[in-house]
């Protein structure tokens, strides 16, 4: 308490003339963690938060077949034994309003909401030099200045909705999957298109195909997809979890991706044919991430070991889908299982033995114009009630992009970034002081289970600003020599893996986004596992935060 107390004076003493000593932008998971340690402390700090309640990922994404990918008592929050005590996961794999209503609980339960604004979307941010402050422009016509600005964006928030000649004289209905109207959509009875077959769409697909009168699947580009095999927690194993939760959390933090799933360390060519067949058949048809994250580790690198398990994939894929020229459509052929993120998916694949549902590979007839009655393609045209374009996202910085952010000097942050990101560890940015980054781009928490990371990175920035607080800093900011070794270190991690040739947004690949297209690599994404990067954290800040030009 003496400890907060010092950092709410020192604040309160230098900062009088501001609104706030933090202004956090975004109410998703790693925003209510964030205002929950902050108040803690003392400060004053606001959320901000476009949306017109909190959840974040899980406010917007409300299209049917929308769950966690992660094991839902994983991905709840660790830091109050009281909530993991009193809240019952119902499924393995968490459904979108299950999550809303958690993260809804949390936030009510800590009293949170008073410190958040919605239906506020923050347009611009311009650093000042003498105030050593921020000014945040409001979509409500407001300026709010504050000691530190804290991003809480989300990674896949900026959706990418295509563009195709005539979109707008489509008489029907027509969303992105990020704006799923909020109402109930009547789908009995309608002839629905769905453009996109990534991880969205996986899920969607899977989920309406039995309720639409017919969908049509554009597929732009197959991606590789496991089974979820999801089901329902019971109360004895809900109470086995509660009393394990110290070791599931433990074991979290000891693995590269913050799942329970540890990789497979005895050597892909030290086991037989025989006996790996049977191990991706065992890992096959457990739940989740256990076939991506539980196997060998040179899936990831070694193109000899990438092709093989991917072989078995495909045969699994042909197994499923009864017409062979369809299987062989769904299998990608431009990149291995595994080297970017798995979607996981429930009876995907047996949807396109369905009758009433079609799948139409837009690589070969390209979608050409929409009209008032549906979507032409060079072939052939087809008349739709519904189109849903799960065609993905600005993943990283598109959601900074649509902030006019300026530092030091009145640099833009776009600018900057023009090429790619440019950060320390994903958590500051030179030339930008006071602006802090949950979870951004090249930060740890980026490719992993997302709170699990969010929660050591949250924990991190508020021991920083503590230290700030006791010791008189009011500017952080970290040097160029020492943004540009964490620059390299991403280059030397993506050269050792396979996703460094994946048309994936962790490479920073969207062909909705200008410059996005593949072969210009971006590091949007830290693949060297949460162990090693909290440990590099730690080992080149030390305990004075080397690295960082503190003032």
Not at 43 to 53: F, H, I, K, N, Y
Not at 362 to 376: K, L, Q, V, Y
Not at 431 to 451: E, K, R, T, V
Not at 479 to 500: D, V
């Amino acid at each position: 308490m003496a400890q907060q107390q010092a950092v709410a004076d020192t604040t309160a003493s230098d900062a009088a003339n501001l609104d706030y000593d933090a202004v956090v932008v975004g109410a998703g998971v790693a925003g209510i963690y964030q205002i929950k340690r902050l108040v803690d402390l003392g400060l004053r700090a606001t959320v901000l938060e476009a949306g017109s309640d909190l959840g974040g990922t899980w406010y917007w994404n409300r299209y049917p077949g929308c769950r966690f990918d992660s094991e839902s008592y994983t991905y709840g929050y660790s830091w109050s034994k009281e909530l993991l005590d009193e809240w019952h996961w119902k499924e393995r794999f968490s459904s979108q309003p299950e999550n809303y209503r958690y993260l809804s609980h949390v936030a009510d339960k800590f009293d949170l909401r008073r410190h958040m604004q919605f239906d506020v979307a923050v347009t611009a941010a311009h650093y000042d030099d003498d105030t050593r402050s921020w000014a945040v422009t409001t979509s409500d016509g407001r300026t709010l200045t504050a000691r530190y600005l804290i991003t809480a964006l989300g990674l896949l928030s900026a959706a990418t909705p295509p563009k195709y000649p005539g979109a707008e004289t489509f008489k029907g209905q027509a969303w992105h999957t990020y704006y799923w109207p909020h109402e109930p959509v009547e789908l009995e009875g309608k002839k629905v298109g769905v453009i996109g077959t990534g991880a969205t769409a996986i899920q969607l697909i899977g989920a309406i195909a039995d309720k639409v009168d017919t969908l049509t699947v554009f597929q732009r580009r197959p991606n590789w997809a496991a089974p979820l095999h999801n089901g329902l927690i019971s109360d004895e194993e809900m109470a086995d979890i509660r009393s394990r939760y110290d070791e599931i959390f433990a074991r979290c933090a000891s693995t590269p991706g913050g799942f329970e799933h540890e990789p497979d360390r005895r050597g892909f060519h030290t086991v037989s044919p025989e006996e790996r067949r049977a191990f991706w058949e065992e890992l096959y048809a457990k739940p989740g991430f256990g076939i991506w994250l539980g196997n060998f580790r040179e899936t990831f690198m070694d193109e000899e070991a990438n092709a093989e398990l991917s072989a078995f994939i495909a045969d699994k894929i042909r197994e499923r889908v009864k017409d062979p020229a369809v299987a062989e459509k769904l299998i990608p052929k431009d990149h291995g299982f595994g080297v970017q993120r798995v979607p996981l998916e429930t009876n995907y694949y047996e949807v396109y033995n369905r009758d009433n549902v079609r799948l139409v590979d837009i690589s070969e007839t390209p979608i050409d114009r929409f009209d008032e009655a549906g979507i032409n393609t060079t072939a052939e045209h087809f008349d739709l009630d519904i189109v849903v374009y799960a065609t993905g996202f600005d993943a990283m910085t598109g959601a900074f992009d649509r902030i006019d952010i300026r530092g030091a000097g009145g640099q833009k942050l776009t600018d900057k970034w023009a090429d790619g990101p440019e950060t320390f560890f994903g958590l500051l940015v030179n030339g930008f002081p006071n602006l802090i980054m949950l979870a951004g781009p090249q930060s740890g928490s980026a490719s992993a289970n997302f709170p699990r990371g969010i929660e050591t990175g949250v924990d991190w920035v508020t021991d920083l600003l503590t230290y700030c607080g006791g010791h008189g800093i009011t500017r952080v900011e970290p040097t160029r020599e020492a943004e540009e070794a964490w620059g390299e270190h991403m280059r030397q991690m993506y050269s050792m893996m396979l996703m460094r040739n994946a048309k994936s947004w962790f490479t920073g690949y969207n062909s909705n986004v200008e410059g996005h297209e593949h072969g210009k690599t971006r590091y949007f994404v830290y693949n060297g596992g949460g162990p090693r990067y909290w440990r590099r954290l730690n080992e080149t800040t030390g305990d004075s935060y080397n690295g960082l030009n503190l003032a």
